[in-house]
């Protein structure tokens, strides 16, 4: 199974922004692991800050399944929910966060009913669980 990572903004700084709340490995050292632990399917990933490129990368269309973490994007980017609602292929929305015991702002998703589930709070366990989900 060729399974795509989608990370939205700022989470190319993982490992060093925010570290009480994101931790401090960063994504390249965590793919690594995930990619090493998973060997049996190609986990590849993509980020941008850019929603526009995010929708672009999106309809690519070559992945058999997607794991997203639209970041801020999450909150208000009804496009990147308009893009995921024409994706029928398996889908999981990840949180590094406990995004319910964030900021009011940051308690809402207009891009998880888009997709077939969603982790939230798990730190980057979350990305694992989303792969065993979606090859099992």
């Known amino acids: ?79 990147i929910a308009d893009c995921l609602k024409n994706v029928s292929k398996p889908k999981v929305e990840v949180h590094i966060s406990n995004i319910y015991k964030r900021e009011a702002f940051r308690q809402k998703s207009v891009t998880a009913c888009c997709t077939d589930a969603v982790l939230s709070g798990f730190g980057l366990a979350g990305y694992r669980l989303a792969v065993l989900s979606l090859i099992s």
């Open 1 to 79: 199974m060729k399974i795509l990572i989608l990370n939205g903004p700022n989470l190319n700084l993982l490992g060093t922004r925010e570290p009480e709340i994101y931790g401090s490995v960063s994504m390249d050292t965590f793919l690594t692991q995930l990619e090493k632990e998973f060997s049996t399917h190609q986990i590849f990933c993509y980020q941008s800050n850019v929603e526009g490129e995010i929708i672009n990368r999106i309809q690519v269309d070559d992945f058999d399944a997607l794991i997203i973490n639209p970041g801020a994007y999450t909150h208000y980017s009804y496009a």
